[in-house]
């Protein structure tokens, strides 16, 4: 049965109830399909005080462009509900002055009770061919394409519609896409021209799709073709789009959220940062039905202290709803959904007064989740689709490999493990684990918590001494370092960019780190004036920057060539560049004589290049070593190998396969 056909006939029978008229007048059946094609239908008949929700309803059921109908009776039961349930509808609706008194008095209350029988009869009988009463939770999984893999932040979005299903991912050359699954599909389909997406959203007619890129808001239509940059987003944190086609996302993660035109144009700011609570910023919008409000994550300096609040689009005053440090989403018939830890909770919620009105109740336990972003890997579409990822708390293992691949064992317990950085005396590991750098005593196995107050990314210094990490505990990620064996955390360097930590000087006297993206690379000096100097600037996406061991050269990778290569120059001139590796390459680290390079092919292996240094520098054609387990990410170490270049400490997944999407529909 053609659905929209269904919904164009509702619409029909809806109209025809409101005014005692047809749409579309004629004798025949040849007269009224001449009316249908010659216009709409005469919206001035409907009875002057119509509230303009069931005009709005009205005229998206009878569009004559089937692309501009509802596309759903999902869709219809939704907006008739919110429909019959706006205060506008406490109005009589008044019939045109001619009418008998009687009609005046009566009428109203039985086209109301006559519009909300016609809409149940046809919602139950075109939903799943039953009645509500009769639906049933349906779980099952959709697997990713082959060769795909998911980061921590890959979340899996449903259209409003619930028809289909857009995420981002790795494809083997280390590149990010988004790909579109419809649920009437066996595969999903890469999008062209997002190269480097992350975190999408739909548009409310799930006709396109919002996400982030090249640090800009952009836009795609849903079935392919260019994308459209709307906004500058140097960090996008979230995105969502209104029916008027205003979309409110957040550009940074430090500041507040902004809104601009789903057409494009100037963005600017719709919600203040509350100084008095301490916030830091605003993320993860999500619009409320009736397109002005929206949900939305403030986070605090003090963690407990942040929460999902109520933002308008017509005014920046907030209001609290309830403690978390999640995104948040709205579920019809009236849930807030949001996680706690990896638990994806719901708590009523009345939309009309914009209230919660019940405690909140778990509904899926052990929902993936990127902590550092306070993101939980969950959506949920208007109709009772709800999509997430799996997020067990083991999914990676360290083994040591010889130069041959040969498994010479495990170390530690597997875990949810971030960046592996060897440190120079080879005894421990510093790992990123649960939000915060760990140590693993390589003898013992043992993990022992390093930092407290959320760390990622560690370096080691030269001598073993220190370690240095990045820490976005104020909104922004900042530098931090903190000795072995006891003190507290000292600040490194602070700004309003967000800074990643790469690699500390062999002489100890400078750390490099990198701006977002790596397009900016700069130097900080540890023993003078603290003040960066910048090193290298260029429009391509760069990462994974290590000096060789007498601190003349650089390794490391960038996009430049359209896809992850291994390069090396001299330093700090960034001179004398060259590609090192072959069909794609990252992660590259020197032996500790210098005379040779390591990096991970994008397929995951292992290769090995020669080099002789000097007032120049020589590579040789590189080997591969071995096969790697290594799902790779060319912007983290996923491995760490000893000075005598014989033994790699590498991360595998412990699952053989990225994880499946769960869909469940009518999840409640």
């Not at 397109?291 to 929460?307: D, K, V």
Request: aromatic share 10%; glycine share 10%; with cysteine.
């Amino acid at each position: 049965v053609d659905k929209r056909a269904d919904i164009w006939a509702f619409g029909s029978a809806l109209y025809e109830l409101l005014t005692g008229k047809r749409p579309f007048e004629g004798e025949t059946v040849t007269e009224t399909l001449a009316g249908i094609l010659k216009g709409e239908p005469d919206w001035e008949v409907l009875p002057e005080n119509t509230p303009w929700n069931i005009r709005t309803l009205l005229r998206r059921c009878l569009q004559k462009d089937p692309h501009e109908r509802l596309q759903h009776i999902g869709d219809a039961r939704i907006e008739m509900k919110q429909a019959l349930s706006e205060p506008s509808l406490d109005t009589e609706l008044a019939l045109p002055k001619a009418a008998p008194s009687y009609r005046q008095q009566v009428l109203p209350w039985a086209l109301l009770s006559g519009v909300m029988t016609v809409a149940a009869v046809i919602i139950a009988a075109l939903h799943f061919g039953q009645s509500p009463e009769g639906l049933h939770t349906i779980r099952f999984l959709i697997s990713p394409p082959e060769k795909i893999s998911f980061r921590s932040y890959d979340l899996p979005v449903v259209s409003a519609d619930g028809q289909q299903i857009v995420f981002s991912g790795l494809d083997e050359s280390g590149n990010a896409y988004l790909w579109v699954r419809k649920m009437d599909a066996l595969t999903a389909q890469k999008l062209s021209g997002t190269e480097g997406a992350a975190l999408p959203f739909w548009s409310p007619d799930s006709r396109f799709i919002g996400f982030f890129a090249d640090r800009k808001l952009k836009k795609i239509d849903a079935s392919g073709g260019p994308s459209l940059t709307l906004a500058e987003a140097p960090f996008g944190l979230g995105g969502t789009w209104s029916r008027d086609g205003t979309i409110v996302f957040a550009p940074t993660a430090a500041g507040p959220l902004h809104r601009v035109s789903a057409a494009g144009g100037e963005a600017t700011p719709v919600t203040t940062l509350d100084q008095s609570r301490q916030e830091i910023s605003h993320q993860w919008p999500y619009f409320l039905p009736d397109g002005r409000h929206f949900l939305y994550l403030a986070r605090s300096q003090q963690q407990e202290q942040s929460g999902i609040y109520i933002g308008s689009l017509d005014s920046k005053e907030s209001k609290f709803l309830l403690r978390a440090d999640s995104n948040v989403a709205y579920a019809p018939p009236g849930y807030l959904l949001f996680g706690r830890e990896q638990t994806l909770m719901a708590q009523p919620f009345d939309v009309k007064n914009l209230q919660v009105t019940a405690e909140p109740f778990p509904i899926v336990e052990q929902v993936g989740r990127y902590t550092s972003a306070s993101v939980m890997t969950f959506s949920v579409s208007e109709n009772g689709v709800l999509v997430y990822h799996s997020g067990g708390t083991a999914n990676s293992r360290l083994v040591w490999l010889d130069r041959a691949g040969k498994q010479l064992g495990l170390v530690g317990e597997p875990g949810p493990y971030g960046q592996i950085v060897l440190s120079p005396d080879e005894k421990r590991v510093a790992v990123g684990r649960a939000g915060d750098t760990w140590l693993l005593e390589l003898s013992s196995g043992i993990f022992s918590r390093f930092t407290f107050s959320g760390a990622g990314d560690p370096i080691w210094s030269p001598d073993g001494r220190q370690i240095a990490f990045g820490s976005n505990r104020k909104g922004v990620t900042d530098l931090f370092q903190k000795t072995m064996g006891g003190g507290g955390e000292e600040v490194l360097f602070e700004s309003e960019d967000n800074k990643w930590i790469e690699d500390w000087s062999p002489d100890g006297r400078f750390i490099v780190y990198i701006l977002t993206g790596g397009r900016a690379v700069y130097a900080l000096p540890l023993l003078e004036d603290q003040k960066p100097k910048l090193l290298l600037e260029t429009p391509f996406d760069k990462d994974e920057f290590h000096l060789s061991p007498d601190g003349q050269w650089v390794a490391y990778n960038s996009n430049e060539s359209g896809r992850w290569e291994v390069y090396v120059a001299s330093f700090p001139e960034f001179t004398e560049k060259r590609q090192v590796s072959k069909a794609g390459g990252c992660q590259a680290l020197w032996r500790a004589d210098g005379k040779e390079l390591f990096y991970l092919g994008l397929d995951g292996k292992m290769a090995a290049v020669e080099v002789k240094s000097g007032s120049t520098l020589e590579t040789g054609i590189p080997k591969v070593l071995f096969q790697t387990g290594v799902r790779v990410d060319p912007i983290r170490d996923q491995y760490c190998v000893t000075g005598d270049g014989q033994r790699f400490l590498v991360k595998e997944p412990v699952e053989e396969t990225a994880q499946p999407i769960h869909v469940v529909l009518n999840w409640f």
